[in-house]
């Protein structure tokens, strides 16, 4: 298995929207974190694209805004289509299993698994 880790900052506002998947609705979250490792000359920022389901997307949008510095955990998947020119292309995006809020807002900076999303609202 294959997980990532990152710590960073929201680019912008999370934007969700509705997925059918297998003859059911489902609710995505999509974000993007700057993480930002080095010093000086040498510092590179990359930028991570993050989908958060159902539940767990649901907090990510009522808690998050641009600026929102979060740490995100989970495994990657390679999103494969045609672009507009009828060309294959592709993106990673981080499937998040977990996410600490590291801004002062909320104040608790609970840590969210996505095996607990019944549970969410009990931790807010």
Known sequence: MI??????NLTRDPETRTVQKNDSDGQ????????SYGYGSN???QFV?????????KTCMQYLR?????????TPTVNVYL???GEAAGNMELRLD???FLSSKPAENPIINEETDEDIEALL
Request: net charge positive; aromatic share 8%; with cysteine.
């Open 28 to 35: 995505v979250c999509n974000f993007t974190v700057a993480a």
């Open 43 to 45: 510092k590179t920022t």
């Open 98 to 100: 977990e996410i600490e």
């Open 49 to 57: 694209r993050v989908a958060a389901w159902n539940g767990l997307g």
């Open 83 to 85: 672009n507009n020119n």
């Open 66 to 74: 641009k600026g929102s510095k979060v740490w995100v955990a989970g």
């Open 3 to 8: 997980r990532i880790e990152a710590i960073g």
